[in-house]
């Protein structure tokens, strides 16, 4: 079943209402009209996602691969208690309370669109791994950076320090190395694709490109992971 434009008038009107009541009550247009859709989103986009990582969770349910409509307020100013967009995403799972892991997703709201490849808030620990690969010209950057560079569906996205970490860094590496995120986006409004039969397929076609580049942020997150084991570990032993 692909999204249609009842998809959207639903969040907006569940919104609107912010009310747990209202939306028990309509439920099953819920299920209908949105969870039903994203369901089919993920079937269709999982076995191309599985060629980019045998490891990813697929399983079409919510808190899954498809996000909650209920919002978490406990450490939030807003305290609406619907969300008015939703997203997909595919990742081998939470390492860690605290720690992110590479994501691939799709994220639909009545304003648009976006898919694309990231991490999601990295910390600086995670970062400074990821611009010690570069820097090293490890081969799996090299590749990820190529990658980039061969396409021009994804835009490379993130805060940025204000002054550059390696001003001796060649140029073409300055954009890798100068952020506080990174993550690459494509985001658009066309209705010819977003109500396309084939949505799920094309967007899993195109984010294949960005294959390399999440192998760069896995390989990012399981050094940093074994440093961080190391050092753990070698300080337990100084105890002794």
């Known amino acids: 079943m692909p999204i249609t434009p009842?998809?959207?008038s639903f969040l907006v009107e569940n919104?609107?209402?912010?009310?747990?009541?209202?939306?028990e009550a309509h439920r099953e247009d819920y299920n209908r009209l949105v969870l039903?859709?994203?369901?089919?989103?993920v079937r269709e986009m999982a076995p191309v996602m599985l060629t980019i990582d045998p490891e990813l969770i697929t399983q079409p349910a919510?808190?899954?691969t498809i996000s909650r409509i209920f919002r978490d307020t406990r450490f939030s100013r807003d305290k609406s208690a619907f969300r008015e967009h939703l997203w997909i995403s595919f990742s081998r799972g939470k390492a860690g309370r605290y720690e992110p892991v590479p994501e691939l997703y799709l994220d639909l709201s009545p304003d648009g669109y976006s898919?694309?490849?990231g991490w999601y808030c990295p910390g600086a620990q995670l970062m400074e791994t990821f611009r010690?690969?570069?820097?090293e010209?490890?081969?799996?950057?090299?590749?990820?950076?190529?990658?980039?560079?061969?396409?021009?569906?994804?835009?490379?996205?993130?805060?940025?320090?204000?002054?550059?970490?390696?001003?001796?860094?060649?140029?073409?590496?300055q954009p890798w190395l100068n952020r506080k995120e990174i993550y690459?986006?494509?985001?658009g409004s066309d209705p010819a694709f977003l109500y396309a039969a084939d949505l799920g397929e094309q967007a899993a076609r195109e984010l294949a490109a960005m294959k390399p580049v999440y192998q760069l942020f896995w390989k990012a997150q399981t050094l940093a992971r074994a440093e961080e084991i190391h050092a753990s570990t070698a300080l337990n032993l100084e105890e002794w």
């Not at 039903?36 to 989103?41: A, D, F, H, V, Y």
């Not at 010690?132 to 820097?135: E, N």
């Not at 550059?164 to 140029?171: G, L, R, V």
């Open 132 to 135: 010690r690969l570069i820097l």
């Open 115 to 117: 898919y694309g490849c």
């Open 6 to 8: 009842e998809f959207f």
């Open 137 to 173: 010209g490890d081969r799996t950057a090299k590749a990820a950076i190529r990658a980039a560079e061969g396409q021009q569906r994804f835009q490379m996205e993130g805060n940025t320090f204000k002054r550059k970490k390696y001003p001796q860094a060649p140029d073409r590496l």
């Open 184 to 187: 690459f986006a494509h985001r």
């Open 15 to 23: 919104r609107l209402h912010d009310s747990k009541a209202w939306f």
């Open 36 to 41: 039903e859709p994203l369901r089919g989103l």
């Open 62 to 64: 919510v808190g899954k």
